[in-house]
């Protein structure tokens, strides 16, 4: 991948109703292989797919997502970090940090990282009551330092750790480990409530990672955060599965819940596609 990534989309409002305002945040790039966008052949072979495929798919959008409730903020992943200093994807594990390296490209400019992008859009970092991490993917950690206030939400067994893991990123922080015992919502059978009214909640989405979480705004039409349950709303439709996913039978049964919220008129919000307009 020699070009530059394109200039950085507008954020997107894809919700504001009932004093609840959703606003879909592009924060960067990532660039990877195409094996690792989707592999298709036998699941035990991807990562060496991913390995030696030397083509590199189309620059992908990182998003936050920002939830503005009366009763509080909440902030749906963080992306990367503009600087990435020696041992930035690591954790400590040169393995790691030399995989990051070479297979993926993670660029952030200047003034566009998710501080920066939520302070342009009247929120300071502080304001940020709760922060959820879908997942401990280094795209979606690395502002995490800015947002120092927040309550940290990580899904279970995500910090226990798995290969590719940022889990060094929330040591130290106040974290919140969902249990799931709040009933449904939109569809989901369990969930853990993130603002007191019931309204945001989250919910797992595993599949892509051990503990992927999603984040449901309630209403007459649901808005479900969705994360990495897949890269593009084509490939959701068609349960592609990205090559990087931890297990694909989980992640395409992950899909077609979401699928059914989506066809339901409900709204499903990815990490790294442009938000369908609302
Ligand atoms: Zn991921
Ligand atoms: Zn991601």
């Given at each position: 991948m020699r070009s530059p990534p394109p200039p950085d989309p507008d954020p997107v409002v894809v919700r504001d109703e009932s004093g609840v305002r959703v606003t879909v945040i592009p924060v960067g790039w990532v660039g990877v292989r195409r094996s690792h966008v989707e592999f298709g052949g036998p699941w035990s072979l991807r990562y060496a797919a991913i390995a030696v495929d030397r083509r590199w798919a189309p620059w992908l959008p990182v998003n936050v997502v920002l939830i503005e409730h009366r009763r509080g903020i909440v902030l749906v992943d963080t992306g990367e970090a503009v600087d990435q200093p020696p041992g930035h994807f690591g954790c400590g594990d040169r393995v790691q940090e030399s995989i990051y390296r070479r297979y993926l490209r993670l660029p952030v400019r200047a003034g566009a990282d998710a501080p920066a992008r939520l302070r342009a859009l009247g929120?300071?970092?502080?304001?940020?009551d709760t922060v959820v991490l879908t997942h401990l993917h280094g795209d979606h950690t690395g502002n995490l330092p800015a947002f120092a206030r927040a309550e940290v939400v990580v899904g279970p067994g995500e910090v226990e750790g798995y290969p590719g893991a940022t889990a060094c990123r929330v040591t130290g922080r106040r974290l919140v480990r969902p249990r799931f015992e709040d009933g449904g919502i939109a569809g989901f059978a369990r969930s853990t409530t993130l603002v007191d009214d019931g309204s945001v909640r989250a919910v797992p989405l595993p599949g892509h990672t051990i503990g992927h979480l999603g984040v449901v705004v309630d209403g007459a039409r649901p808005t479900v955060i969705a994360g990495?349950?897949?890269?593009s709303y084509e490939q959701l439709r068609r349960r592609g599965t990205p090559g990087v996913a931890r297990d694909r039978t989980e992640n395409r049964r992950t899909q077609e819940r979401l699928d059914t919220v989506a066809r339901a008129g409900g709204q499903v919000v990815l990490s790294h596609a442009a938000p369908d307009a609302p």
């Open positions: 929120v300071a970092p502080d304001a940020v990495d349950a897949a890269l």
